[in-house]
C-alpha cells in the first residue's frame, strides 16, 4: 500500500490496476488493456470481451476460463464509470453540464451562428429513421410448457451518463391510449397519392414485434452532416409513430425551426399537424417533414411534388438519407449487443456514438463541406446544357418550368378525384351491367321444367316433390335478386335525373364503359407499380454492405417468385390496356425491369386530357425540368456552405481559444491533475483542426468558391467568455506530451472517480456481471 493511503482500491488505481471487487481483490487487470479494449470495440464494434480475453489468454499461454470473462466485465465496467465521471467534471468545469448544452453543440456547422449572416430559408436540416438490427434478446425462464416466464434479467437501476438516449418515459408520453386513439382514427389525405403506401407507421402491423425481444432496435436522428442529435430504443415494437413524435417535439422545443427527412415524411407531416400538442409547436415553428431522396423515388410523383428534397425550396442538394449511412456502420454492434444487459447495450451504444461524433463525423466535417461544395460546383456548371436544351424545346424562360410543374400536378390530381357525376355514370353502368346479367339468369331459371308427377309411384313422389321445391326456391332467389338489383338502377336514376334508361345501344352506355375499361386499366397499372416498387428496394438490399449470405439467398428467392407475381400483373395490365379506346401501347418485361424511377407510372395514367403531347410530359422535357430544378437546390447548397463554412472555421478558431485559456485558469484554481483533463478535452477534436483547416484553404482556391474563411462573431458569447473575437488570445492548445497517445492512460487516471465508481460497486447487492454467450459460443460476454 503506498504512503497515506488508507483504500485499497485507490492504491491498485494510482498503480495503474483495475480491480474486479471492491475490496479483497485478487484480480486486476491494467488500465492500458482496459484502454486499449476500450478503443478497439470502438473501431471494430463487433469485439465483444469474451474473444478479446481469449486472445489475453492465448498471450499469456493460460486456458481460458469463462469467470475470467466476468472479471474482465466487472473492471471494464469500473473503467468505463471512472471516465464518465471525469468527464462528467470537466463539462462541470468548463459550464458545459447544462441540459441539452449537447445537442445545442452538435454539430458547428449547423448551430455555431454568426452575426450578421444571411437568413437560411429553412435553418436547420435533419433525418430521422428507425433500425431494427441493434435488437436485445428478452431473457426469461422457460415454463414447461415451452413458455416464457420469469424475466431473468438482474435488476440495474444504472443510467448510462449524457444526453443522447430519448428516455422511455419520455418516449411513451407521447403513447398513452388517447393520443392512440386519436392517431388511428387520423385521415390521411387522399390528395397526397401516399396514403395507402407507406405503413411504416400503421399500429396494428407495427406493433406486433416478436416476443423474444425487449427492445427491438432504435430510432435515430442526425443532422445533415452526420451528427448524432437524439436515440431511443424501440421497445417490444416496431417503429411506431411515438418516436417520430417524442424526437420531433424534443428537436423543436431545444433548437426551434427545422425541417427533418423521413422515408414516410409525407404521412408524418399530417400526422404531426393533426397532433394536439405536437401540432401547434411545429406549426408555431415552422417545422417540415420531407422525404429523403432515395426513399422519394418510391413514393407516387404526387407526393414528390410536394416532399421530395429536390422540389422544396431551401433544401439545397441535401438528400436528407444519412441514417441508412450510419446504420450500415453501426449495425457491427448488434454482435456484441445482443445477449447484453439493458444497461451494457445502452453503454456500449453511448460511446459507440460519442467516439463516431468525434473521432469519424469530426474529422470527416471538412471533407464533407468540400465535397459538397464541389458537388453544387458541378451541378451549376451544367446551366450551359440546360440553356441549349431549353432552346432545342423552345421554352421562353426558366419560370416556365415552374409552370410546368404547377401543371404535372394540377394533371395528377386530377386523376385523383373523380367527378361524382363520373363516379354515378360508372356505378349506374355496373348496375344496369349487373341487371342484364340477372335478368338472363332469372329467364334461364324461369324456364326450367318441374317434373311432372303424374304416373310416378309412390316411391319418386318424395324426390320429385324435394326437385320441385329446389326449383321453386330458385326461381323465387333469381326474381328477388333481380327486383333488388332493379330497385338500386332506380335509385341511380332518380339520383342522376335520368328520363330514360341505358340500353346497350345507347351512347350513354358506351361513353360509362369507357370509364369503367379506364379504371380498371389504372388498378391494373397501380399492381404492377406496387411490385417494382417491393423488387427495386429489395435489389437494393441484396447489394447493400452488411447483407449475410442467408440473407442474400433469401432475398433471391423472394424476387424469383416477386418476378413471376410482376409477370402476372403486366399481363393484366396489358389486356386492360389493350381493352381501352384507343387502346394503350403494350409494356414488355424488359421495359419494366428497367424501370429506374417509379415516378414514369404516373405518366402512363389515364386522364380527362392527353398528355402525350405536352413537352412537359415528352422525356426531354422532364430530364430539362430536373435539370433546371437542381441547378437552383445548387445555388441554395453552395449560400447554405458558404455560411457552414465560415461558421466552421470560426467555432475551431473560438474553441481553440476557450479551452486554452480555461486549461490556464483550472490550472490555476485546480492543480495541474484537472487542467491536463481539460487539455485532453480540448485535443479530442482540436487534433484534426489543422488537417480542416488545410482542406479548407484547398477548397478556397477552387474557381467558383464564394465563400469566406475570415472569422465571424458568434451569437452566443460563450466561448468569448466577455471579450471580443479581437480582444481574445489567438493561442492554439499546446500538443499533448510525448508518449501520450492514448485517450487515458494508467498514470492519468482519475484517483478520486474512480473511488466513487469503486464505492458504488461495492454497495450494489448484485455485483457487476457478464452476460451469457449465444448457444453457438459467439454471443460473447460483453461488457
Given at each position: ?52 480475453v481469449k486472445a489475453l489468454c492465448d498471450i499469456h499461454g493460460v486456458p481460458f476460463r469463462p469467470y475470467l470473462s466476468t472479471q474482465f ?51 436547420f436540416l435533419s433525418t430521422k429513421d428507425g433500425n431494427n438490427s441493434l435488437k436485445r434478446w428478452d431473457r426469461r425462464e422457460r415454463e ?640
Open positions: 500500500m503506498l504512503a497515506g493511503e488508507d483504500n485499497v482500491s485507490s492504491n491498485y488505481v494510482k498503480l495503474g490496476y483495475f480491480p474486479c471487487s471492491a475490496s479483497g481483490a485478487t484480480v486486476v487487470l491494467t488500465t492500458r488493456v482496459l484502454e486499449v479494449y476500450r478503443v478497439a470495440r470502438l473501431r471494430c464494434p463487433r469485439l465483444a470481451i469474451q474473444p478479446f466485465s466487472i473492471a471494464f465496467d469500473v473503467y468505463i464509470a471512472t471516465l464518465a465521471i471525469v468527464d462528467a467534471r470537466i463539462k462541470t468545469t468548463l459550464r458545459r453540464d447544462t441540459p441539452d448544452w449537447r445537442l445545442k453543440n452538435a454539430c458547428p456547422a449547423c448551430m455555431y451562428k454568426l452575426e450578421e449572416e444571411p437568413p437560411l430559408l429553412l435553418p414447461g410448457d415451452g413458455t416464457a416466464g420469469a424475466s431473468k434479467e438482474r435488476a440495474d437501476g444504472r443510467k448510462v451518463p449524457g444526453d443522447y438516449y430519448l428516455s422511455r418515459e419520455e418516449v411513451d408520453s407521447w403513447g398513452q391510449d388517447e393520443l392512440e386513439e386519436l392517431m388511428k382514427g387520423f385521415t390521411p389525405d387522399p390528395e397526397d397519392g401516399c396514403s395507402d403506401r407507406w405503413d411504416n407507421m400503421k399500429e396494428h402491423v407495427t406493433s406486433k414485434a416478436w416476443g423474444m425481444y425487449e427492445e427491438t432496435g432504435v430510432f435515430l436522428s442526425l443532422c445533415r452532416h452526420g451528427f448524432v442529435l437524439l436515440i431511443a430504443d424501440m421497445v417490444r415494437s416496431g417503429e411506431l409513430a411515438k418516436y417520430g413524435f417524442a424526437v420531433t417535439n424534443h428537436l423543436i422545443k431545444v433548437l426551434g425551426e427545422i425541417a427533418e427527412g423521413y422515408d414516410i415524411g409525407c404521412k408524418a407531416a399530417k400526422m404531426v399537424n393533426a397532433h394536439p400538442v405536437l401540432g401547434k409547436l411545429s406549426r408555431d415553428n415552422n417545422y417540415r417533414s420531407l422525404v429523403g431522396a432515395f426513399h422519394g423515388h418510391g413514393h407516387c410523383r404526387l407526393c414528390q411534388l410536394s416532399n421530395l428534397a429536390t422540389y422544396v425550396e431551401g433544401v439545397g442538394l441535401e438528400d436528407l438519407e444519412y441514417c441508412e449511412t450510419f446504420f450500415s456502420k453501426s449495425n457491427a454492434l448488434a454482435a456484441s449487443t445482443r445477449y447484453a444487459s439493458r444497461f451494457h447495450r445502452q453503454q456500449a451504444i453511448v460511446t459507440y456514438l460519442d467516439h463516431t461524433d468525434v473521432s469519424d463525423t469530426y474529422q470527416s466535417l471538412s471533407q464533407l463541406l468540400c465535397n459538397k461544395y464541389k458537388r453544387a460546383l458541378e451541378v451549376k456548371a451544367t446551366e450551359p446544357a440546360l440553356a441549349q436544351t431549353m432552346r432545342d424545346l423552345g421554352v421562353p424562360s426558366k419560370a416556365t418550368f415552374v409552370d410546368w410543374l404547377a401543371r404535372e400536378k394540377a394533371f395528377l390530381l386530377a386523376l385523383k378525384r373523380e367527378p361524382p357525376e363520373e363516379t354515378l355514370a360508372m356505378e349506374y353502368y355496373q348496375k344496369l351491367v349487373n341487371l342484364h346479367a340477372q335478368a338472363a339468369r332469372m329467364n334461364k331459371t324461369l324456364a326450367t321444367a318441374i317434373p311432372v308427377l303424374a304416373g310416378h309411384t309412390a316411391e319418386d313422389y318424395e324426390a320429385d316433390a324435394k326437385e320441385t321445391r329446389r326449383i321453386e326456391a330458385q326461381r323465387r332467389h333469381a326474381i328477388e335478386l333481380h327486383q333488388h338489383i332493379l330497385l338500386a338502377v332506380q335509385d341511380l336514376e332518380v339520383r342522376m335525373g335520368l328520363a330514360h334508361r341505358w340500353v346497350p345501344d345507347s351512347e350513354e352506355w358506351r361513353e360509362a364503359a369507357i370509364m369503367v375499361q379506364r379504371r380498371r386499366y389504372q388498378r391494373a397499372l397501380d399492381e404492377l407499380q406496387g411490385l417494382i416498387v417491393a423488387r427495386l428496394f429489395e435489389l437494393t438490399k441484396m447489394n447493400m454492405s452488411g447483407t449475410g449470405y442467408k440473407l442474400r439467398k433469401h432475398i433471391a428467392k423472394a424476387l424469383q417468385a416477386r418476378s413471376r407475381a410482376v409477370k402476372t400483373a403486366l399481363s393484366n395490365y396489358n389486356t386492360a390496356a389493350a381493352a381501352l379506346d384507343p387502346p394503350r401501347p403494350p409494356l414488355v418485361w424488359e421495359q419494366v425491369v428497367d424501370y429506374a424511377f417509379l415516378s414514369d407510372f404516373d405518366l402512363l395514367r389515364e386522364g380527362r386530357e392527353d398528355i402525350r403531347e405536352e413537352t412537359w410530359a415528352t422525356p426531354a422535357g422532364r430530364l430539362a425540368m430536373d435539370m433546371y430544378f437542381k441547378t437552383e437546390r445548387a445555388d441554395e447548397e453552395i449560400r447554405r456552405l458558404n455560411i457552414e463554412i465560415r461558421r466552421f472555421w470560426t467555432y475551431m478558431e473560438d474553441e481553440e481559444r476557450f479551452l486554452w485559456r480555461e486549461e490556464q485558469r483550472v490550472k490555476e484554481e485546480h492543480g495541474d491533475d484537472l487542467a491536463h483533463q481539460v487539455r485532453r478535452y480540448c485535443w479530442r477534436r482540436a487534433r484534426f483542426n489543422a488537417e480542416h483547416r488545410d482542406r479548407l484553404r484547398k477548397l478556397e482556391k477552387v474557381p467558383g468558391f464564394g465563400g469566406s474563411l475570415q472569422s465571424g462573431v458568434p451569437v452566443e458569447k460563450e466561448r468569448l467568455l466577455g471579450l471580443s473575437s479581437e480582444q481574445a488570445p489567438r493561442q492554439a492548445p499546446a500538443p499533448l506530451p510525448e508518449g501520450s497517445d492514448s485517450e487515458d492512460s494508467d498514470e492519468e487516471a482519475d484517483i478520486l472517480a474512480a473511488q466513487y465508481a469503486l464505492m458504488w460497486m461495492a454497495e450494489d447487492s448484485g455485483g457487476v456481471q457478464g452476460n451469457v454467450a449465444g448457444e453457438d459460443g459467439e454471443g460473447a460476454l460483453n461488457g
